[in-house]
């Protein structure tokens, strides 16, 4: 059984670091797609960055490029995202997907995906 277990999310001022975690169980992050996705409130989801884990390239969405990194560390079956700099408009509820791996670059369209985890609140604020 597929199961994505979110953590890491808190309340960070502007311009702090939160590393937030997506532990898999049920299949092997040494082949697979990983998403991170965010919903704030009154907004649709968005993709933020996701990765194929046969060492294709990640994508990240445009405001968090340079400031956000998606990483795997396959003996853990974990996949972590390191969110520096952090801004308000950050502030978000934060899922981890999973989709099958095809052998093409990862996918930033939600539909995509067929697992998800509950989620961790990250909050920015002064």
């Known amino acids: 059984q597929v199961q994505l277990v979110e953590s890491g999310g808190g309340t960070v001022q502007p311009g702090g670091s939160l590393r937030l975690s997506c532990v898999a169980s049920g299949f092997s992050l040494n082949v697979a797609k990983i998403g991170w996705f965010r919903r704030a409130p009154g907004k649709e989801r968005e993709a933020v960055a996701c990765i194929e884990t046969r060492n294709f390239p990640a994508r990240y969405r445009d405001s968090v490029r340079g400031r956000f990194t998606i990483s795997v560390d396959k003996p853990k079956n974990t996949v972590f995202l390191q969110m520096n700099s952090l801004k308000p408009e950050d502030t978000a509820v934060y899922h981890c997907?999973?989709?099958?791996?095809?052998?093409?670059?990862?996918?930033?369209?939600?539909?995509?995906?067929?697992?998800w985890g509950q989620g961790t609140q990250v909050t920015v604020s002064s």
């Open positions: 997907a999973y989709a099958p791996a095809d052998g093409l670059l990862c996918d930033v369209d939600p539909r995509e995906y067929d697992r």
